[in-house]
């Protein structure tokens, strides 16, 4: 452009002509239209986002808390030491203290997640700025800048996030910064930071450091190594694909990267750095999983505890069984035991020796199989069909799912398969276990707090929790076993019996007509004490004397001794009147049978003096911030006497001395009572004993009733066994059962239980008859035998002597007094009187008597005439000499 004079004035006639001034005037108004608008929407914008950020901010969660809502609950044995976490996906978490956790861990969390976390109050600002700078760098959003703080609140607060679109990803971010903030306001940052620690998922489902600790290095956190804090830390950025376990090169990398940082950021020296970069972490860590460190399922002892509280919970709280089970699983809970995890161990390791068990280990079936059919129909089957596929195919009604090896069961399973499978038909689902044959349970109670220390609910690995527990809640026959409880402490306590009193053991039948039989014989030994009929198992004996007692009574005593599985006045689903107040309840025919803890609780009150204590598996339930939720105090009541409880005590000493317990002898001196127990048909095995210290229970069976092939002793074998090492390996200082000063003793006739008759009781043909027997005082007994007879024999006649047989031909002989009523055959037949003792000496009769007192006169007569004469002829003698005398003086004197 030319900026000559025309030019210029041509110029400024453009500018100032009325089209280029209306031009410039609309332009202007347009411009201001615009900006205004700009601004209109800028300060409307402004306001919505204000308007919007406040919203989410008062949509915030309100009363927040850090702390990990979940966490495992902890099971503690006797001595306090924790022995078993209960967890499920979501409180697989123990929670620690700040001053539990070392300063090394903190700071290599805090190297490699949050830098400034001592400098910033919640959100990293900076922090914020170098991620997104970052990001816009290279074109991604991989960096984060969330501050522990923020990640604590994502976790416990928004449960992880995972929100499923952007708008509520900001919104959740908006506020996690908001709350972020206001809790480092309220909350110290060492509380910030071991709530975070507490909370964060470590891999392998495990949550929080002690947890994960534990399950990698298996040691608490307080004790880990440098190195094996950067190993933790280093997993928290991926669970999944930096555990040490799977992915342990992927962790290493990560794990020099948080030591290099803790180097930089003064955490830790140059010397420690070098070590912990060189630590072979991983060969420790693969070597402790290894050894076993799983997540094994629960024992026998913890399914029955699990059990307990959370029927406890529901009964004295009030939950819903759901409500019960998310505490014990989630609470946080502190569980106090009764278990003794030394005795435990001791136990395990017997009953689960196959060399302890003569028997041949059998496998049973536990047998599932959903089938889809071809016409969209389902079936599902169980061993229970098995058992009647093969019944029909073998023509065996006896047919039972036990097999003699793993191979045979499941040739039999896939055979069954096979025939019911069709074409067209899918498995859907199948599952075989199997379990060991015969099986086994035990349960071990200190008798004088009533608190469980063992538990064995069967024999063989354990494959499920809260799986089939045969110690507390598999009901058995429990056989002889009940004659003590049902019978013979009843009848005692009352007054009734004494351990002398005498039943005759011959053939004898139930009420019903069925015959009673002895196990332990096939004869009957006749007149029998109690205390002989408790030493051998004496079946009729048992019987007799509840029918005596009346079967009521030992209902309602065993109901005392806290048996819940007895049955009176039920019908049964096929319309049948059922009830255990009858004549078999002697014997422990009962309906359902009793479990092995209820047992042995009530053999505990015995051991206890007559104290029956309730067995408990726990004491006390606290929640994590120690409050008291449950409390089992010791309920005691008193059941029999003290004397009783001395007096059955001592007749079962003798069953492991000399009766049927002898394989149940122990190897030292410690005193022991015990009571066996076989059912019908050999199909359940019981041991019942205790010593000062300990009450145990053993049963032995198949868990479908089969019988065993002959009479086993190994359960005894087991009890004892498991006894002598609980002695030495505690040291338990041997002792004699406490004394009782209201205990008498008398000499007695075991054939009637009453005062021994001397010189005839002690000169039975067969044996003495004669015991020291013990009585509880007020009960010795005060009449003399009735069960012998002495009688006099003439030797010239081998006939009943009569008064004339001279003493020179008498002798007598002992016999026993047939009970009345009595017509059968027993062992105490060849010894019975069985003489008419009225037909008496027929040679020294009174005629006899007469003749020979005749004759004896006729012999002192003749006796006193010659004796007279003899006296005469004497007085003769005597006159001569007289006048000789005489003669011979004279003549001296001359």
């Given at each position: 452009?030319?900026?000559?004079?025309?030019?210029?004035?041509?110029?400024?006639?453009?500018?100032?002509?009325?089209?280029?001034?209306?031009?410039?005037?609309?332009?202007?108004?347009?411009?201001?239209?615009?900006?205004?608008?700009?601004?209109?929407?800028?300060?409307?914008?402004?306001?919505?986002?204000?308007?919007?950020?406040?919203?989410?901010?008062?949509?915030?969660?309100?009363?927040?808390?850090?702390?990990?809502?979940?966490?495992?609950?902890?099971?503690?044995?006797?001595?306090?030491?924790?022995?078993?976490?209960?967890?499920?996906?979501?409180?697989?978490?123990?929670?620690?203290?700040?001053?539990?956790?070392?300063?090394?861990?903190?700071?290599?969390?805090?190297?490699?997640?949050?830098?400034?976390?001592?400098?910033?109050?919640?959100?990293?600002?900076?922090?914020?700025?170098?991620?997104?700078?970052?990001?816009?760098?290279?074109?991604?959003?991989?960096?984060?800048?969330?501050?522990?703080?923020?990640?604590?609140?994502?976790?416990?607060?928004?449960?992880?996030?995972?929100?499923?679109?952007?708008?509520?990803?900001?919104?959740?971010?908006?506020?996690?910064?908001?709350?972020?903030?206001?809790?480092?306001?309220?909350?110290?940052?060492?509380?910030?930071?071991?709530?975070?620690?507490?909370?964060?998922?470590?891999?392998?489902?495990?949550?929080?450091?002690?947890?994960?600790?534990?399950?990698?290095?298996?040691?608490?956190?307080?004790?880990?190594?440098?190195?094996?804090?950067?190993?933790?830390?280093?997993?928290?950025?991926?669970?999944?694909?930096?555990?040490?376990?799977?992915?342990?090169?992927?962790?290493?990398?990560?794990?020099?990267?948080?030591?290099?940082?803790?180097?930089?950021?003064?955490?830790?020296?140059?010397?420690?750095?070098?070590?912990?970069?060189?630590?072979?972490?991983?060969?420790?860590?693969?070597?402790?999983?290894?050894?076993?460190?799983?997540?094994?399922?629960?024992?026998?002892?913890?399914?029955?505890?699990?059990?307990?509280?959370?029927?406890?919970?529901?009964?004295?709280?009030?939950?819903?069984?759901?409500?019960?089970?998310?505490?014990?699983?989630?609470?946080?809970?502190?569980?106090?035991?009764?278990?003794?995890?030394?005795?435990?161990?001791?136990?395990?390791?017997?009953?689960?020796?196959?060399?302890?068990?003569?028997?041949?280990?059998?496998?049973?079936?536990?047998?599932?199989?959903?089938?889809?059919?071809?016409?969209?129909?389902?079936?599902?089957?169980?061993?229970?069909?098995?058992?009647?596929?093969?019944?029909?195919?073998?023509?065996?009604?006896?047919?039972?799912?036990?097999?003699?090896?793993?191979?045979?069961?499941?040739?039999?399973?896939?055979?069954?398969?096979?025939?019911?499978?069709?074409?067209?038909?899918?498995?859907?689902?199948?599952?075989?276990?199997?379990?060991?044959?015969?099986?086994?349970?035990?349960?071990?109670?200190?008798?004088?707090?009533?608190?469980?220390?063992?538990?064995?609910?069967?024999?063989?690995?354990?494959?499920?929790?809260?799986?089939?527990?045969?110690?507390?809640?598999?009901?058995?026959?429990?056989?002889?076993?009940?004659?003590?409880?049902?019978?013979?402490?009843?009848?005692?306590?009352?007054?009734?019996?004494?351990?002398?009193?005498?039943?005759?053991?011959?053939?004898y039948q139930y009420e019903n007509g069925q015959k009673v039989t002895n196990y332990?014989?096939?004869?009957?030994?006749?007149?029998?004490?109690?205390?002989?009929?408790?030493?051998?198992?004496?079946?009729?004996?048992?019987?007799?004397?509840?029918?005596?007692?009346?079967?009521?009574?030992?209902?309602?005593?065993?109901?005392?001794?806290?048996?819940t599985t007895l049955v009176n006045n039920r019908v049964s689903t096929n319309g049948?009147?059922?009830?255990?107040?009858?004549?078999?309840?002697?014997?422990?025919?009962?309906?359902?049978?009793?479990?092995?803890?209820?047992?042995?609780?009530?053999?505990?009150?015995?051991?206890?003096?007559?104290?029956?204590?309730?067995?408990?598996?726990?004491?006390?339930?606290?929640?994590?911030?120690?409050?008291?939720?449950?409390?089992?105090?010791?309920?005691?009541?008193?059941?029999?006497?003290?004397?009783?409880?001395?007096?059955?005590?001592?007749?079962?000493?003798?069953?492991?001395?000399?009766?049927?317990?002898?394989?149940?002898?122990?190897?030292?001196?410690?005193?022991?009572?015990?009571?066996?127990?076989?059912?019908?048909?050999?199909?359940?095995?019981?041991?019942?004993?205790?010593?000062?210290?300990?009450?145990?229970?053993?049963?032995?069976?198949?868990?479908?009733?089969?019988?065993?092939?002959?009479?086993?002793?190994?359960?005894?074998?087991?009890?004892?066994k498991i006894m002598d090492r609980i002695i030495s390996e505690k040291k338990q200082?041997?002792?004699?059962?406490?004394?009782?000063?209201?205990?008498?003793?008398?000499?007695?006739?075991?054939?009637?239980?009453?005062?021994?008759?001397?010189?005839?009781?002690?000169?039975?043909?067969?044996?003495?008859?004669?015991?020291?027997?013990?009585?509880?005082?007020?009960?010795?007994?005060?009449?003399?035998?009735?069960?012998?007879?002495?009688?006099?024999?003439?030797?010239?006649?081998?006939?009943?002597?009569?008064?004339?047989?001279?003493?020179?031909?008498?002798?007598?002989?002992?016999?026993?007094?047939?009970?009345?009523?009595?017509?059968?055959?027993?062992?105490?037949?060849?010894?019975?009187?069985?003489?008419?003792?009225?037909?008496?000496?027929?040679?020294?009769?009174?005629?006899?008597?007469?003749?020979?007192?005749?004759?004896?006169?006729?012999?002192?007569?003749?006796?006193?005439?010659?004796?007279?004469?003899?006296?005469?002829?004497?007085?003769?003698?005597?006159?001569?000499?007289?006048?000789?005398?005489?003669?011979?003086?004279?003549?001296?004197?001359?």
């Amino acid at each position: 452009m030319n900026y000559n004079e025309p030019s210029i004035k041509k110029k400024r006639e453009e500018l100032s002509s009325p089209k280029k001034r209306r031009r410039t005037t609309a332009s202007a108004v347009a411009f201001r239209v615009i900006l205004f608008l700009i601004c209109a929407i800028c300060v409307s914008g402004a306001g919505l986002a204000y308007g919007s950020f406040k919203g989410i901010i008062a949509s915030a969660p309100k009363n927040v808390s850090l702390s990990p809502k979940y966490s495992s609950t902890i099971i503690y044995d006797d001595n306090n030491k924790a022995v078993q976490p209960l967890h499920d996906y979501s409180s697989n978490r123990i929670k620690v203290k700040s001053e539990e956790l070392p300063d090394n861990l903190k700071n290599a969390f805090i190297a490699i997640e949050d830098e400034r976390f001592y400098e910033h109050d919640g959100v990293d600002f900076k922090g914020i700025l170098r991620a997104l700078w970052t990001d816009l760098r290279n074109g991604s959003t991989s960096q984060g800048a969330s501050t522990l703080t923020q990640q604590l609140i994502k976790n416990n607060v928004f449960e992880a996030g995972g929100e499923s679109n952007i708008i509520a990803k900001i919104k959740r971010k908006i506020q996690e910064q908001y709350l972020a903030i206001n809790a480092e306001k309220t909350k110290p940052k060492e509380e910030i930071l071991t709530d975070y620690l507490n909370t964060i998922n470590l891999g392998k489902g495990n949550l929080g450091v002690e947890t994960a600790s534990k399950y990698y290095f298996g040691k608490s956190a307080k004790n880990l190594t440098l190195s094996e804090c950067a190993v933790l830390a280093g997993i928290t950025k991926n669970p999944t694909y930096l555990n040490p376990v799977d992915y342990p090169e992927a962790n290493d990398a990560r794990r020099k990267l948080i030591l290099k940082k803790m180097y930089q950021l003064n955490y830790i020296s140059a010397k420690e750095y070098q070590q912990a970069s060189e630590d072979n972490v991983y060969a420790k860590i693969k070597s402790h999983i290894a050894k076993g460190n799983k997540n094994s399922v629960y024992s026998y002892f913890t399914d029955a505890l699990i059990t307990q509280i959370v029927a406890d919970f529901q009964e004295q709280k009030g939950y819903t069984q759901s409500q019960a089970y998310q505490l014990v699983y989630r609470g946080g809970l502190k569980i106090y035991s009764t278990q003794n995890t030394k005795l435990q161990k001791i136990a395990d390791s017997v009953i689960n020796n196959p060399d302890n068990y003569p028997v041949a280990t059998k496998f049973s079936l536990e047998y599932k199989l959903q089938v889809t059919h071809a016409d969209s129909s389902s079936s599902t089957y169980t061993e229970i069909n098995v058992a009647s596929y093969f019944r029909k195919k073998k023509k065996d009604p006896t047919y039972k799912t036990i097999y003699n090896s793993k191979k045979e069961m499941k040739a039999a399973v896939k055979a069954f398969r096979k025939s019911v499978m069709k074409k067209g038909d899918k498995k859907k689902a199948e599952s075989i276990h199997y379990s060991m044959e015969p099986q086994l349970s035990y349960s071990l109670i200190d008798q004088k707090t009533g608190q469980v220390k063992v538990l064995v609910g069967g024999r063989g690995q354990k494959q499920d929790d809260l799986a089939l527990n045969r110690a507390t809640s598999v009901k058995r026959q429990p056989g002889s076993t009940f004659k003590i409880l049902s019978t013979y402490a009843p009848a005692i306590d009352t007054g009734s019996m004494t351990l002398a009193t005498v039943f005759d053991d011959a053939p004898y039948q139930y009420e019903n007509g069925q015959k009673v039989t002895n196990y332990v014989s096939t004869s009957y030994k006749g007149l029998t004490t109690v205390r002989d009929a408790i030493i051998d198992s004496n079946n009729i004996v048992a019987v007799k004397a509840l029918t005596d007692l009346t079967p009521q009574v030992g209902f309602d005593f065993l109901q005392k001794l806290g048996f819940t599985t007895l049955v009176n006045n039920r019908v049964s689903t096929n319309g049948t009147y059922e009830s255990d107040v009858n004549q078999s309840l002697a014997l422990g025919g009962i309906t359902d049978g009793v479990t092995n803890v209820e047992l042995t609780a009530a053999y505990a009150a015995i051991a206890n003096q007559g104290t029956y204590n309730t067995p408990v598996l726990y004491t006390t339930v606290k929640d994590s911030n120690g409050n008291v939720l449950l409390s089992n105090k010791k309920k005691s009541r008193k059941v029999i006497k003290k004397s009783t409880a001395w007096l059955l005590t001592n007749a079962m000493e003798d069953v492991v001395k000399k009766g049927t317990g002898r394989a149940a002898q122990l190897d030292s001196d410690m005193a022991v009572a015990a009571k066996t127990g076989t059912t019908s048909n050999n199909y359940d095995y019981w041991f019942c004993g205790y010593t000062p210290y300990y009450t145990a229970s053993v049963w032995t069976g198949y868990d479908y009733n089969t019988s065993f092939d002959n009479d086993e002793d190994y359960h005894k074998v087991i009890w004892k066994k498991i006894m002598d090492r609980i002695i030495s390996e505690k040291k338990q200082k041997v002792k004699s059962f406490p004394s009782n000063k209201n205990i008498k003793k008398a000499e007695i006739c075991i054939k009637s239980g009453k005062k021994a008759l001397p010189n005839v009781c002690s000169k039975d043909p067969e044996k003495s008859m004669v015991r020291t027997e013990y009585f509880a005082s007020g009960t010795v007994p005060k009449d003399s035998c009735d069960a012998h007879i002495a009688v006099t024999f003439c030797l010239k006649s081998h006939l009943v002597a009569q008064k004339f047989c001279p003493d020179k031909f008498r002798y007598t002989k002992i016999f026993r007094v047939r009970p009345k009523h009595s017509s059968h055959k027993t062992d105490d037949e060849p010894y019975f009187l069985n003489i008419d003792i009225n037909n008496k000496c027929n040679i020294h009769t009174e005629e006899w008597h007469q003749k020979k007192l005749e004759k004896k006169k006729k012999k002192q007569e003749e006796k006193l005439k010659k004796q007279q004469k003899q006296q005469q002829s004497g007085n003769d003698t005597t006159d001569t000499s007289i006048n000789n005398i005489e003669k011979q003086i004279k003549k001296l004197l001359n």
